[in-house]
């Protein structure tokens, strides 16, 4: 990997888990719809003079079908679901589930375009879940409360981002990162748009959740995005999607920092598992074995 794309990565990871701080911050005043709206039309306004300026926007008409897919199924759900997770548990926890995201890539990939597996990459994602199991041991039951229905919204989101970037990959490759970040938020606006009129909150909301969305709006999903998309063009969305490795020390540093987050041991296991399973399942790590 370019010491460029490296470089991404960290600025990315840093952007994503600070989201997961804004959400927070944000998720019990605006509720996750409106949340996710807002996020998705300040990055839409946020991109769109750049990209007019810059000449792409031609991109946009010509594949405007494919942008509110990848929009519905790369932001529009996710962007739902890890707010509804961030009511009942901690942004921490929530990007650690968040880190099973590049085995759902690698899993979605091996079915749907065929891409090649190891040995270690099927070991990595056994070990993966396993970290997932460690992680939520204790904190999931039969009667769906708040905290399960919050791990299970977490680790759907993480199969969207899956979902979505083999969908890029497929049928959106070749196009500028800069035309894709863009057409994906604006699609995005437009699908959650109807549900944020209906769930607008009825009373005042605090400038401290209208700064959180601000900033999140604009650093950790516009500039995100633009970061995200031009990965999966240089080194593909498994080795895009290994940004999570990195998103939960910065979600939980920002955590402790503003919010006063505890990490507990049973995050820091599990989350340990769920890297070491990821990196196998990515390609990072081997142990050994023939491709299937």
């Given at each position: 990997?370019?010491?460029?794309d490296?470089?991404?990565?960290l600025?990315?990871s840093a952007?994503w ?9 944000a ?5 996750p ?5 807002l ?9 769109l ?5 810059r000449?792409?926007v031609?991109?946009l ?6 942008m509110?897919t ?11 679901l890890f707010?509804?997770?961030?009511l009942?548990i901690?942004?921490g926890?929530?990007a650690?589930?968040?880190?099973t ?15 090649r ?9 056994f ?11 204790n904190k ?11 791990i ?9 981002y ?12 070749g196009?500028?990162p800069?035309a ?14 109807p549900g944020?009129?209906a769930?607008w909150p ?6 401290r959740a209208w700064?959180?969305?601000i ?6 999903t516009g500039f995100?995005?633009?970061l995200?998309f031009?990965l999966?063009a240089?080194?593909?969305p498994?080795g895009?999607i ?8 910065f979600a939980v ?6 919010l ?9 296991i599990?989350?340990a ?13 081997s142990?050994?074995g023939k491709?299937?």
């Amino acid at each position: 990997m370019r010491i460029k794309d490296s470089l991404d990565l960290l600025i990315l990871s840093a952007l994503w888990g600070a989201s997961f701080l804004f959400m927070r911050i944000a998720a019990p005043e605006f509720g996750p719809v409106v949340l996710a709206e807002l996020r998705v039309a300040i990055a839409s306004l946020v991109l769109l003079p750049i990209i007019l300026l810059r000449g792409n926007v031609g991109e946009l008409g010509m594949n405007w079908g494919k942008m509110v897919t990848v929009g519905t199924l790369n932001t529009a759900i996710p962007f739902i679901l890890f707010p509804f997770s961030t009511l009942f548990i901690t942004g921490g926890f929530a990007a650690i589930l968040n880190a099973t995201a590049p085995i759902f890539t690698a899993l979605i990939a091996w079915i749907w375009l065929s891409t090649r597996l190891t040995g270690s990459s099927i070991f990595g994602f056994f070990v993966g879940f396993a970290g997932v199991t460690v992680l939520v041991w204790n904190k999931v039951s039969f009667d769906l409360s708040g905290t399960s229905l919050a791990i299970i919204a977490a680790v759907v989101a993480s199969l969207f981002y899956g979902i979505g970037g083999n969908y890029t990959r497929k049928y959106l490759q070749g196009l500028s990162p800069l035309a894709i970040a863009t057409g994906s938020q604006i699609g995005a606006a437009i699908v959650l748009l109807p549900g944020a009129i209906a769930l607008w909150p009825d009373g005042p909301i605090s400038m401290r959740a209208w700064t959180a969305i601000i900033l999140m709006g604009i650093f950790s999903t516009g500039f995100a995005y633009i970061l995200y998309f031009r990965l999966i063009a240089n080194i593909g969305p498994a080795g895009a999607i290994t940004v999570t490795y990195l998103t939960p020390g910065f979600a939980v540093l920002w955590g402790a920092i503003i919010l006063d987050e505890q990490l507990t041991t049973s995050m820091i296991i599990g989350c340990a598992v769920i890297l070491i399973g990821t990196a196998l399942a990515t390609g990072l790590l081997s142990v050994g074995g023939k491709k299937h």
